[in-house]
């Protein structure tokens, strides 16, 4: 594609995802459909149809939007800033952390005090940004990081929270986190419009920041050095982007769980459409990746309704196969 | 580890296990003498070798037997899932008692290579409890009181049912968890007892299935019972906030959304009864007082 057709894509790609939030919450158990949308959104029907379509449906599929666009950005920047194909938005431990805070809180806060609904999230967003702080004091020596060092960091720091967690589950009651563990295989809720708006103000920014990034990203996926004698500060670009992205998914984990795959494979097929600058590729897999989490959330609602699968296996079951094929055409060409 | 060292290790290993193979079976035919030193596995069987007077022959339970407050001075052998095989040998139990749950299938299992008599009885349903009283009643030699138990129990139930009969069906939500929802769905003990007491479950899924908030609001259940099995009864629970929002709901707009005390209804076991008839004074709280309808 050349010229003025990969914008154009990019508006494809933009329009799919407003589609599949019209789909999403246009379809559910209760029979209720695009035409009823409309007319809910016009502020016409009855009170408890336009709670059904607009607060329940329609706040899940914008959070399911957004948690989308942020795990694909972030995944697309950590494999720039890597240098690794395989990078996905949990590979720093990011993820470890937000479910190590998710556990931590069912296992000891005081139940009075926070409820569930606010405070699990709450703690695992502090998880997980405590765990960036780690990942930010344990790898820079002397002012300088090397990303071999971050990923291997990242990947024990994961393995390190998840046998923290383990410790936690089997020593408590295991009633106390029946909850926290089917919220950490991706729980899409209907959120309050207060924590959708949370969401959407962290998403803002850092998925902002990766925009504004593009540039140094496209340098800094070629290399370090190459990007220096490029004039990029390479310490600090690497850092806005691996916080930018942290706190992208540290905010979708938190609220949801984790979504896998996403933003492993999103970035993938966007690089294979938009090529390999990411001016293009940070909004296209965003909006991608939004389009992706939307359906296969509406799928986990309406697959077995009214009985729902969590979101994370919907993606998992989709999104191991075509990583595969992924794989195997791109083996195939080299 | 120096290689003559772990010879002996491996040696000790396989003649132990060659003596575990020996031990002859606790075998079908022989006629066996009333059990004396009990272990039960599941704090449903605790509840009911107390209930049918074998409570002073219980030396072991798990972590979470809880009921009557005695079983609590028993020795522990873990917890409800993760039973500890030797905790339990140690006890050189001659009856375990276990209904099959998550995770306790391996220790079951490794309990009876160990040369154990391990019972397995089933106590999920409304049925299996009732069948559970009589069952573990006859493995400790008290059937009669087993079958008294039982008879009680079941008399009680038809009691609540005889109640609420007439009374219009009250469409309730049994909701164990809020985020994600998972509630009780067919033909299970919550369920079962909640029609007892004059409900109708809303979930028409068998087991426990998640939904959503969407399958909630079109079923418009009148009621919500909201449960929790971690905490305390008293203890604050947010899950009321969680349904303040949603005041399209019937429950929530009449304000009936009921926190129920900790394992009320979900406990399978003699206290079955007392469940249902908590439950009853729940759905149909002015059962006596209300003028006959219309």
């Known amino acids: ?334 | 580890m120096c290689p003559p060292l772990r010879r002996t290790l491996v040696l000790l290993v396989l003649l132990t296990s060659a003596l575990a193979c020996a031990r002859p079976p606790s075998g079908e035919s022989e006629p066996r003498a009333s059990p004396s030193r009990i272990v039960s596995l599941t704090p449903a069987l605790t509840e009911i070798l107390f209930a049918v007077g074998a409570g002073e022959r219980v030396v072991g339970v798990t972590e979470y037997c809880d009921y009557p407050p005695e079983a609590k001075t028993r020795p522990k052998v873990g917890g409800y899932v993760n039973p500890s095989v030797e905790a339990v040998v140690a006890l050189r139990p001659d009856l375990v008692v276990v209904s099959p749950g998550p995770g306790n299938r391996d220790a079951a299992l490794a309990m009876q290579r160990e040369g154990l008599r391990v019972e397995i009885v089933p106590a999920e349903t409304l049925e299996e409890s009732l069948d559970a009283v009589e069952s573990v009643a006859r493995l400790c030699g008290a059937d009669e009181r087993g079958r008294a138990l039982a008879a009680s129990v079941r008399a009680r139930l038809d009691a609540v049912a005889r109640s609420v009969a007439g009374r219009p069906k009250v469409p309730t939500l049994f909701c164990l968890q809020t985020t994600p929802i998972i509630a009780a769905g067919r033909d299970t003990l919550p369920a079962q007892l909640l029609e007892i007491a004059g409900g109708r479950n809303v979930v028409t899924e068998p087991r426990y299935p998640r939904i959503g908030l969407e399958a909630v609001l079109a079923s418009k259940p009148e009621l919500i019972l909201q449960s929790r099995m971690d905490l305390p009864a008293g203890e604050a629970h947010d899950e009321e906030r969680f349904w303040s929002r949603w005041t399209r709901i019937p429950a929530v707009a009449s304000h009936r959304v009921v926190v129920l005390d900790a394992s009320l209804a979900l406990r399978p076991g003699p206290r079955i009864a007392d469940d249902a008839e908590a439950l009853a004074a729940i759905v149909h709280p002015v059962v006596h007082e209300e003028p006959a309808a219309r």
């Not at chain 1, 949308?37 to 399911?64: F, H």
């Open chain 1, 1 to 334: 594609m050349t010229g003025w057709r990969k914008p154009g894509a990019l508006a494809v790609v933009v329009l799919l995802s407003l589609a599949a939030v019209a789909l999403a919450a246009s379809v559910g158990p209760s029979e209720l459909g695009l035409r009823e949308l409309i007319a809910a959104l016009a502020g016409e029907g009855d009170a408890n149809r336009r709670t059904i379509l607009i607060d329940v449906r329609l706040a899940r599929a914008l959070l399911a939007g957004l948690v989308g666009a942020a795990l694909s950005a972030a995944g697309c920047a950590y494999q720039a800033v890597l240098r690794n194909p395989l990078a996905d938005p949990y590979i720093l431990g990011i993820s470890g952390g937000a479910a190590l805070g998710a556990v931590a809180f069912d296992a000891v806060a005081p139940r009075a005090f926070l409820e569930a609904t606010t405070g699990r999230p709450a703690a695992a967003l502090a998880g997980a940004l405590c765990t960036l702080v780690v990942l930010f004091g344990l790898t820079r020596f002397r002012g300088r990081t090397e990303t071999t060092a971050l990923l291997l960091t990242g990947v024990v720091l994961n393995a390190f929270d998840s046998a923290v967690i383990q410790f936690f589950v089997s020593t408590g009651d295991p009633a106390r986190f029946q909850g926290t563990l089917s919220y950490l295989m991706g729980a899409m809720t209907s959120p309050s419009w207060s924590v959708l708006a949370t969401l959407a103000v962290l998403c803002g920014i850092g998925l902002g920041a990766l925009a504004a990034q593009a540039r140094t990203l496209n340098l800094l996926a070629v290399g370090d050095e190459e990007a220096a004698q490029l004039g990029v500060n390479v310490e600090r670009s690497t850092w806005v982007a691996v916080v930018a992205a942290s706190v992208v998914t540290a905010a979708a984990v938190a609220f949801t769980g984790i979504v896998g795959f996403v933003g492993l494979i999103v970035p993938h097929a966007m690089r294979r459409l938009f090529g390999p600058d990411h001016r293009l590729l940070v909004p296209a897999s965003a909006f991608a990746g939004a389009a992706m989490v939307v359906l296969a959330d509406a799928a986990a609602r309406t697959l077995l309704a009214p009985s729902e699968l969590p979101v994370g296996v919907v993606t998992a079951m989709i999104g191991g196969p075509f990583f595969l094929v992924l794989l195997m055409r791109r083996l195939r060409e080299s």
